[in-house]
């Protein structure tokens, strides 16, 4: 059976709150909107690990996932899933720069199977099927992603460090006040949900996506591009908001229930 549309869903921030409670409203939400006949998946900045529950505990049945800021894209083959997609890049040259201005930061990357290698325990992180490591070896494989977390800085000095370093062969965003996620280059979550979307045969003009986040920029971009639809959640920074189609309520007020309610 088609689907009346693809809807993909950023995860912190727009389903879940500071605490990892669920937005209220959005399990109902999210299972009337999946009844109705649309294809809801998840596509979020989070890597595999951190993602799998929400889709089990929302009751997504979505052949795909978009993790890592696009860089992975998973696929359910029965009751599993595989590593579908996967775009890597190599981390040296990135890791080299940033360090000279982030000497005491935590790293952390992603390789193409989805381990993780990092020099300290990172705050916030599920760090199943990581393993501590020193700097240098984070260097010596292709990764999917680079995390950097510096808690004695904030977005705007982030935003200051990637300028001055000069990192323009690869894409990133400021996440959380202390958080900065590098991807491949050309590579974020609009770039993985068109695959997803080729590959279902969904219209374009079918879509809505919905975020709170600059790592949303580009699946923001190319819902628009097609003629489908972009909702930022109310609490957005105003890049955000000016980058989308549409504004809900914030995420403790449930703004996610209320957009996903306009499809149905």
């Known amino acids: ?3 009346l549309g693809l809807v993909g869903l950023d995860i912190d921030g727009t389903i879940l709150l500071q605490d990892e409670t669920l937005s209220p409203g959005v399990t109902e939400a999210v299972g009337a909107v999946r ?8 596509a979020t900045g989070r890597s595999w690990g951190g993602t799998k529950r929400y889709i089990d505990e929302l009751g997504i049945t979505a052949e795909y996932a978009v993790c890592s800021n696009g860089a992975v894209v998973m696929r359910r ?11 890597v890049f190599n981390p040296a040259p990135v890791l080299a720069l940033l360090r000279e201005s982030l000497p005491e930061a935590r790293y952390m990357v992603e390789l193409g199977s989805g381990e993780r290698l990092y020099t300290d325990v990172l705050d916030d ?10 700097f240098e070896e984070l260097m010596q494989q292709p990764v999917s ?13 982030f935003q200051r460090i ?13 996440g959380w006040t202390a958080w900065l996620d590098i991807a491949p280059k050309g590579v974020d979550k609009g770039t993985a949900l068109e695959r997803v979307r080729s590959q279902l045969g969904t219209p374009r003009e079918n879509v809505l996506v919905a975020g709170d986040g600059r790592n949303d920029l580009g699946m923001f971009a190319w819902a628009l591009e097609g003629g489908g639809r972009a909702v930022a959640m109310g609490q957005a920074v ?12 914030a995420v403790e007020e449930g703004g996610l229930a209320s957009a996903l309610r306009t499809l149905i």
């Open 125 to 134: 992180w599920t760090l199943d099927a990581g393993r501590e490591v020193e």
């Open 145 to 157: 992603r680079i995390v950097v977390v510096s808690p004695q800085h904030d977005e705007e000095d």
């Open 1 to 3: 059976m088609t689907s």
């Open 35 to 42: 009844d109705a006949g649309y294809e809801v998946m998840l």
């Open 238 to 249: 105003d890049e955000v908001q000016n980058a989308a189609g549409e504004l809900t309520g």
């Open 162 to 174: 990637v300028a001055e370093a000069g990192l323009n062969e690869v894409s990133y965003a400021v």
């Open 77 to 87: 083959v029965g009751d599993d899933w595989e590593r579908w997609r996967v775009e």
